[in-house]
């Protein structure tokens, strides 16, 4: 897996101070981020991408510092929101997915078949030339989903990717992330969806306040709430 | 386009865009200029020849031509009664064909065709013009219309659940400021995907 590493990241809005001083290193396969609401965790997991540049401190992901190379970074880390219907750019499924290859220098062809292969994979091809805007939650987190990994990213990162779905929907597109084979990083409010994940960092107030093996990281967390 | 698009590998699909547009823009004008009402028939019946064979179904065609009608139903007799019943007629019979020409454009071109169209199309100027962008640019606009749509019709139904009535101003205002902020995810994810590479 990819080493990302966080080095005395801090971070500020205006005057208000959101992070301090995250220290991290990050080269599980599968790596959980829970706190309570604004404790941090959105501002955080946007830095691996370039996304928000730390006001202080540095991020790598392999080796690059982000802020540096956003560029570079940006094809290797795919980042999945948690409104789907902000990231459907072209008007229809096929469009949408085919849109992430774009100056990438591959031929009509090739963009049609890697389109096609993606859209097979997350069950999307019977809606191909459908509008994108018209499909359920789940499948448009679907669409999302697909329209990151045609790009083949080495890490996939998500920002409570399941708040707006149904708990079925919630629970595929969980075990969709949970089943890559590339390095995952998923913020999440719903804490049964992060059985089977390799670590779990806790955000409170900015701070890392736990960071371990799920199971103690969810009991930490459950007692910070309590 | 605007997810109006039907699928299909036709004859008429499959004709490449530019051509397509060239073939409209040259129809559109030879109908305007058609002074007899039989040749104004010939040319309806080519282009239901055309819907025929692109395997239009009457159901999206209607949707794109429908609402013109319901405009001649006033305009015609308005018309009828200042330049007689033949003038009005010949207007109605022109703008039908042009209408039906247009929509079958957009039932068989994908938004990602007419931007590649425009991308050849811009080529040449290339130096001045960066075409990528000028295609994104438009696929944004078409996918902000539903976008802004569902916008609106979620702050009415917010409205009404609450049981506010009231001015344009108190429906506008949130639908801005909304829009205003799906635009700044969007922006992002733009980004996040690689907008800028
Ligand atoms: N663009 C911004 N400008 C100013 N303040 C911001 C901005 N984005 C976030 N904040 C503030 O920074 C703090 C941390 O926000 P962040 O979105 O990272 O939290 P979060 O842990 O993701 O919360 P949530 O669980 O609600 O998504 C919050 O108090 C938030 O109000
Ligand atoms: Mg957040």
Not at chain 1, 92 to 117: H, I, N, P, W
Not at chain 1, 145 to 162: F, Q, R, S, W, Y
Request: one cysteine or more; charged letters at 20%; hydrophobic letters at 50%.
């Amino acid at each position: 897996m990819t080493r990302i590493t966080f080095d005395g990241v801090s971070h500020s809005y205006g005057d208000r101070n959101v992070l301090r001083d995250i220290r991290l290193d990050l080269s599980e396969h599968r790596i959980g981020v829970v706190g309570a609401n604004g404790s941090g965790k959105s501002t955080l997991v946007r830095m691996i991408n370039g996304l928000i540049t730390p006001t202080r401190g540095t991020v790598t992901v392999d080796g690059l510092n982000v802020a540096r190379n956003a560029r570079e970074v940006r094809r290797q880390v795919g980042f999945i929101f948690t409104n789907p219907d902000n990231q459907i750019v072209m008007p229809t499924v096929q469009e949408d997915v085919a849109f992430t290859l774009r100056r990438r220098g591959l031929s009509r062809e090739q963009v049609a078949e890697r389109t096609a292969a993606a859209l097979d994979r997350f069950g999307l091809s019977a809606h191909a030339d459908h509008p994108a805007h018209r499909l359920s939650g789940g499948q448009k987190q679907l669409l999302a989903l697909a329209a990151v990994l045609v790009a083949e990213p080495k890490i996939v990162v998500a920002d409570e990717p399941t708040t707006l779905l149904d708990a079925r929907n919630a629970r595929r597109i969980t075990d969709l992330l949970r089943e890559m084979s590339q390095q995952v990083i998923v913020v999440t409010h719903q804490l049964d969806l992060l059985a089977g994940f390799d670590r779990v960092v806790v955000i409170e107030e900015g701070e890392v306040a736990f960071d371990g093996a799920p199971d103690s990281a969810l009991d930490a967390y459950r007692e910070l709430l309590a | 386009m605007i997810g109006l698009y039907h699928p299909g590998s036709s004859i008429v699909h499959r004709t490449p865009t530019l051509l397509k547009l060239l073939l409209l823009s040259v129809g559109v004008t030879a109908v305007g200029l058609l002074g007899q009402p039989r040749q104004l028939l010939v040319a309806l019946g080519v282009v239901f020849v055309l819907y025929i064979v692109a395997g239009i179904p009457p159901r999206p065609a209607w949707e794109q031509i429908g609402p013109i009608l319901w405009i001649l139903v006033i305009v015609v007799p308005l018309q009828a009664l200042f330049a007689g019943w033949t003038t009005a007629g010949m207007m109605a019979g022109r703008l039908v064909v042009a209408v039906a020409m247009a929509a079958l454009f957009t039932l068989t071109t994908t938004v990602t065709a007419v931007l590649e169209g425009f991308q050849a199309l811009l080529h040449p100027f290339r130096r001045w013009i960066d075409a990528d962008r000028v295609g994104l640019l438009v696929a944004l606009t078409l996918r902000c219309i539903p976008l802004v749509a569902e916008i609106v019709a979620e702050v009415l139904e917010a409205r009404r659940a609450r049981g506010t009535q009231g001015s344009l101003l108190a429906l506008a205002v949130p639908v801005v400021v909304r829009s205003l902020y799906a635009a700044d995810a969007i922006g992002e994810a733009l980004v996040a995907r690689g907008l800028d590479d």
